[in-house]
Structures are given as C-alpha cells and as structure tokens.
C-alpha cells in the first residue's frame, strides 16, 4: 500500500509581539521600586531645598513631578505594565520617602543645639517660632503628609495614564 502523504504547508509563524509581565505587586517589598523610589526621594529633596527658597509656590508641581518621575523610571526599568494604583503606589512611595527625610532633619533641627542655631541663622522669625514651640507644628507635618501623598500618588496616575499603549520602548 502505497500512500502518498501530502506534505501540509506548516502553520505560519505568530508574529513577534512584545512580552510584557503581569504588574508585580507595588509596595515595600517590592526591592526594585523601594530602589527607585528612595533614589528620586533623594533628588527631589536636593529640588525642594533648592526651590523652597527660591519660588515656593514650585514645590507642588515638585511633588507631582516626584511621583510621575518613579513611574517613568520604574517603567524603563521593567518591562511590566502599571495599572493606575500601581502608579498611584509608587508615586505614594516616593512621598514617604521623601516625607521620612524631612521628617528626619525637622527633628534633628527641632532636638538639637546645632538645629536651632541653623534656624537663628535663617532670620525667618515663623520657623523659630515653630521650632521652639513645636506643638505647633504637628499640624504642618500633618497637612504636609496629606498634601504630599495627594500629590505623589496624583503624579504616578499621570504616568501612567501617558505610557504608551504597547507598553515602555526599550
């Protein structure tokens, strides 16, 4: 018995599309985005100290450029695709942060002699006053808590939400 098979035309080869993760989960025990975020923390508190003195009414776009920055470099740095609370997420990281930082020198400026001569050497008569009284301001830190994560979290959702549909180039 002779059977002639048919060779069959092999199935066409898929084409090439980009491989993209399912998102990590965003948080702290996410060891890249702790990385990032932490890094653009520290650059943008180099910005604030900078602007603060120069043109305050900069540091809320400062906070929302924070949160957007961690996105973008998060984003080039994997090839995952962030959902808005992703963003939200990292953006909110970077905050803390950088909330953690000036936390860290409000207290040594707060509990220290060298602080407090830094603060006379200022001549800003509203920051001495809240430092030698510094009931006064908890309340600040709070607001700047709120204001900061607001503003953190808003910058990581714009990010995202201009990332390219097929995903980050590289």
Known sequence: MNAFVEAQPAPPAPTPTAQFKAPSRIGFSNARAVR???????????????????APPLLFPILVAAGFTSV?????????????????????????????LEALSTAFIIFTAQGREV????KNPELAQLVDDPAKLVPTLILFLL???????LGGILAV????RNGPSH
Request: aromatic letters at 8%; a positive charge; glycine letters at 8%.
């Open 72 to 100: 973008r470099v998060y984003l080039s740095r994997t090839a995952e695709k962030l959902t808005p609370s992703g963003g939200a997420a990292l953006g909110a990281m970077t905050w803390l942060w950088l909330y953690l």
């Open 147 to 153: 204001i900061g994560t607001v503003s953190g979290a």
């Open 119 to 122: 603060v006379k050497a200022l």
């Open 36 to 54: 990032i975020t932490l890094a653009v923390a520290a650059l943008s508190l180099l910005a604030i100290a900078i602007i603060a003195s120069v």
């Open 161 to 164: 939400r201009w990332q390219p």
